[in-house]
């Protein structure tokens, strides 16, 4: 059974950093589309960030390109996203995702495209 777990939330100043980190385990995720989403109050869940089926190449929502990182260690099959630069907006809720096969890079973004989901980590910017 695929399990993903998430860490490394807090309360953190506008400008500050912070590194997410979600372990799996029941699966490898070097052989899963593994991604990051995030849920604010009152929104949708958006799309964060994410590895294409080859892990070569990395794709971001347009709000936090520049400032976030994902990157995976398969030793510790463990993926991280890397955040820099935080806004108040980006207050949420954090997830990892895994998926189980390969889609377009444009399904990438789309959550129903997951199979698989962590309990999330709550982040919270302040002004």
């Known amino acids: 059974q695929v399990q993903l777990e998430e860490s490394g939330g807090g309360l953190v100043q506008a400008g500050d950093s912070l590194r997410l980190s979600c372990a799996a385990s029941?699966?490898?995720?070097?052989?899963?589309?593994m991604g990051w989403f995030r849920q604010a109050p009152g929104k949708e869940r958006e799309f964060v960030a994410g590895?294409?089926?080859?892990?070569?190449?990395?794709y971001y929502g347009d709000s936090v390109k520049g400032r976030f990182t994902i990157s995976r260690d398969n030793a510790k099959n463990t993926v991280s996203l890397q955040m820099n630069s935080l806004k108040p907006e980006d207050t949420a809720v954090y997830y990892c995702?895994?998926?189980?096969?390969?889609?377009?890079?444009?399904?990438?973004?789309?959550?129903?495209?997951?199979?698989?989901w962590g309990q999330g980590t709550e982040v919270t910017v302040s002004s």
């Open positions: 029941g699966c490898t995720s070097s052989s899963y589309g």
């Open positions: 995702a895994a998926r189980r096969g390969p889609v377009t890079p444009q399904l990438i973004r789309v959550k129903s495209t997951y199979d698989y």
């Open positions: 590895f294409s089926w080859s892990g070569m190449r990395t």
